[in-house]
């Protein structure tokens, strides 16, 4: 969760949803910033930093992908999850994130995705 | 498809008067007006007053929230308003906190000094209408400060001024966080509460049931915690304040979500009439009858607003609305059809607000009290949902309470394993959502782009600069005074009531990150939550 924005069931049931398939998640709660965020992925070894983000908070995730462009943090995908409008989901495409689930996207396409998103080790 | 509740009671196809044995009608239902109040408390229902017909507003500055609620004025919002926070003045820090600075006035109000709230009200009357404000419990002390500092100044008698703008704490284990800890929270609340009972103020507070149900709670657990957060409230304030239960009832109200199940949205609300009426008098023993009356205010669901085809959003707002209305409640907001986009666009707000109206004036539901009693099937769903709910209320009670409950973490993981199911229900299509996972629609073929209106980072910033040097102009002497007498009056316990001083503080134009953060230091906390920004003030 980044920023302020405490609707936390979104995150939560993807992060069961990930866990109930196998993955790792560490799941960070919420008020994280991004630099937060990017140490955090750093810390872990991550494959993947999933956003949750409900109608809000854009600016944000653009703080993000600039500082996991600054750590060079290259080989890690940023997914983000939630209401997000059109064209707010073109500028972040744009920027670098690798895929946007949208309100009502089934569990097995995130599933999936992720699954194909892991780093070859 | 499934027959069932959301709490996972059966449906049958058809409902008779089997379904009804052992229901007596003096003793389970009453006449409208009559106790245990299953049909409502008016025996004219709306021929005495209609509903108030309100709709949520907050984006953008102050002024910006200001225009939109005289914008709502001329849709017909006379009964009332609502307005909501921006996440950071829930927050209880201020615009120009480091944290802030690009979320002020995103999903919601600024609202974090009296300047803010006079921008607000700016020529919007404080009487003759509902003044609701929402957004979390700790800022709540501050709202109230606002509407009395206000009215002060206006010449306003605070016994003409009604509505709620205080809330419980239960906002924050429910998914709407003030980053305050719970017993400040509690502290806060009991303040406010006592301090509206000594003084005849007719503000209530919300005890706000929807954001349980809005982060996925099924209909009879969102019973079962609604009755459990009164009983909690109205305890301390009986028990640790020494209010009378009567004195104690005149403060909350119950803000519920209804969502599309139609049938089972009304039953539940006719279940907590019933149920609170009994818990009024069985366990608390109401000498008023009007203290068996919860004030019940409704919310449709934003929850249910779909992304996909956002106009399908106007039948979902229309059939909640519906089932809003033909419970009988005391006000209705309702969800837009951009719900799952932003905060309501001008189109979207008159939408909603004509659907409360076209209910209210066209289709002849308001004239008749409590329509549906009597239906063997909505009967037999208000006694099941009430059952259940009475089920999960002895759980919590033998776990001690609600607080107790949530502590042990038996609530979250109610709520948590809820949400998991509404969401394998949509995946596995036990339960259809039009756009969503049936008659889906590629975005190309979406024939109409709604508006969407948004805040831009410059528009955060611009917020966080006013602050910033708004503050610097402050005449700071009164606030130096006022702030120390709140640290002072903060450490004397939590018996001692800090509402005088806050509004002391308020007046003298002292903000929520200052005030609340005086607060937390002379309890021992950080003065920032965030561990970011020092306290600016000299307090010994």
Same mark, same amino acid.
């Given at each position: ?121 | ?51 108030t017909r309100r709709m949520t507003a907050g984006l953008g500055s102050s002024r910006d929230a200001n225009k939109v609620l005289k914008k709502y004025r001329e849709m017909g919002q006379t009964g009332g308003m609502c307005v909501i926070h921006d996440?950071?003045s ?15 006035g995103v999903l919601g109000w600024p609202g974090s000094s009296l300047l803010e709230f006079e921008e607000l009200m700016e020529d919007i009357p404080l009487t003759g209408q509902s003044i609701t404000v929402l957004g ?7 709202r109230?400060?606002y509407v009395?500092?206000l009215a002060?100044k206006r010449?306003i008698?605070?016994?003409?001024v009604h509505g709620s703008v ?37 503000m209530?507070?919300?005890?706000? +049931?929807?954001? =349980?149900? *809005? ?13 459990? #957060?009164? &009983? $909690? ?25 209804? +969502?599309?199940? =139609?049938? *089972? ?13 009994? #818990?009024? &008098? $069985? ?14 205010a409704?919310h ?31 006000a209705i907001d309702n969800a837009t059809?951009d719900?799952?986009?932003a905060e309501p666009s001008p189109l979207a707000a008159r939408m909603s607000l004509n659907?409360q109206h ?95 209106q948004?805040i831009?980072?410059?528009g955060?910033?611009?917020i ?77």
């Open positions: 969760m980044i920023g302020l924005d405490s609707h936390t069931t979104g995150a939560e049931v993807v992060a069961t949803l990930l866990r109930d398939a196998g993955f790792e998640v560490v799941y960070l709660g919420t008020n994280q910033t991004p630099p937060m965020i990017v140490n955090a992925a750093l810390e872990e070894d991550a494959d993947v930093i999933g956003i949750s983000s409900h109608a809000s908070n854009f600016t944000l995730i653009e703080e993000l992908m600039r500082e996991v462009k600054e750590q060079g943090l290259t080989d890690v995908s940023v997914v983000c999850g939630g209401n997000i409008p059109p064209k707010q989901v073109q500028k972040l495409l744009a920027l670098g994130v690798a895929k946007i689930f949208l309100p009502g996207s089934p569990g097995d396409a995130i599933v999936e995705y992720l699954a194909g998103r892991e780093r070859r080790r | 498809m499934k027959y069932t509740t959301d709490y996972g009671y059966e449906i049958k196809p058809v409902y008779g008067p089997g379904d009804l044995k052992g229901l007596e009608y003096e003793r389970d239902l009453g006449d409208p007006g009559r106790f245990p109040y299953t049909r409502g408390y008016h025996a004219n229902g709306y021929r005495g007053r209609m509903w996440r950071v829930s927050s209880c820090i201020d615009a120009d906190h480091p944290r802030a600075r690009h979320e002020n979390c419990c700790a800022p709540a002390s501050l109230l400060a009395v500092a002060d010449g008698d605070m016994s003409e205080t809330e419980s704490p239960f906002s924050n284990p429910f998914g709407q966080t003030d980053l305050q800890p719970f017993d400040l929270d509690m502290k806060l609340f009991l303040d406010a509460s006592e301090y509206v009972v000594q003084n005849n103020i007719r209530r507070a919300g005890v706000v +049931g929807q954001h =349980f149900q *809005e982060s996925g709670g099924n209909n009879a657990q969102a019973l079962a915690i609604e009755l459990s #957060m009164l &009983k $909690e409230v109205c305890s301390r304030l009986v028990n640790e304040r020494g209010l009378t239960f009567d004195e104690a009832m005149r403060v909350p109200y119950q803000l519920v979500s209804i +969502g599309s199940r =139609f049938f *089972e949205e009304v039953a539940k609300v006719r279940a907590l009439r019933r149920m609170w009426a009994r #818990m009024a &008098k $069985e366990h608390f023993g109401a000498k008023s009858e009007k203290s068996c009356q919860l004030l019940i409704v449709t669901s934003g929850r249910t607003m779909t992304y996909q085809q956002p106009l399908n959003n106007i039948a979902r707002c229309a059939i909640q609305t519906l089932a809003g209305a033909m419970v009988g409640c005391t059809l719900n799952a986009y659907t076209i209910v209210a004036v066209e289709t002849g539901v308001a004239d008749v009290v409590d329509p549906l009693a009597g239906s063997y099937f909505v009967e037999s769903l208000t006694n099941e949902v009430e059952a259940a709910a009475y089920r999960i209320l002895e759980e919590i009670d033998a776990l001690g309470g609600l607080v107790a409950a949530i502590e042990t973490g038996r609530i979250g993981a109610m709520l948590k394993n809820e949400a998991n199911i509404k969401f394998r229900e949509l995946n596995l299509k036990e339960r259809l959502v039009v756009g969503v996972n049936h008659l889906v629609i590629p975005p190309e073929e979406e024939m109409f782009e709604i508006p969407v948004s831009e980072v410059s955060s910033e611009a966080a600069t006013r602050m910033a040097e708004w503050k610097k102009t402050r005449d700071m002497a009164p606030i130096r005074a006022s702030v120390r007498r709140l640290y002072a009056d903060a450490k004397k316990g939590d018996r001692f009531n800090l509402m005088p001083a806050i509004i002391e503080a308020v007046k003298a134009y002292a903000t929520a990150g200052e005030i609340i953060g005086v607060i937390r230091l002379a309890r021992g906390l950080i003065y920032d939550p965030f561990a970011v920004i020092q306290c600016p003030f000299e307090l010994n």
